[in-house]
C-alpha cells in the first residue's frame, strides 16, 4: 500500500511523491538521500499525506496533487507559519 505526501521546503515550495512508508521517506529527503529537488531546501516539513493506496490509485493522486496551484497546495494543511 503507497501513501501520497507534500513536503513544504524552507524556500515556500512543495514537493509531492508516493512512498510507502512516509516518515521513512522524509526521513530520507532530510539527509539528502531524496530527490534532488529537496537537497538543500531543507529543513522539510511534512505538510500533507493521505493513504493507503494501490500503487496505480497514488500515481493518479500524486500527479492531481502536482497540477494544484501553489495556494491550493498551501489550504492542502499543515501549518500556517513558516
Known amino acids: 500500500m503507497w501513501w501520497v505526501y507534500v513536503l513544504r521546503c524552507q524556500d515556500g515550495t512543495f514537493y509531492t511523491g508516493i512512498a510507502k512508508d512516509v516518515g521513512q521517506r522524509v526521513a530520507a529527503h532530510a539527509a539528502g538521500r531524496g530527490a534532488r529537488y529537496t537537497r538543500g531546501r531543507g ?3 511534512l505538510w500533507w499525506s493521505d493513504g ?3 500503487h496505480g490509485e497514488a500515481l493518479r493522486i500524486e500527479r ?3 497540477r494544484l496551484s ?3 497546495k498551501c489550504a492542502l494543511g499543515g501549518s500556517p507559519h513558516e
Open 43 to 45: 529543513p522539510l516539513t
Open 70 to 72: 501553489h495556494q491550493e
Open 64 to 66: 492531481r496533487v502536482k
Open 52 to 54: 493507503p493506496f494501490a
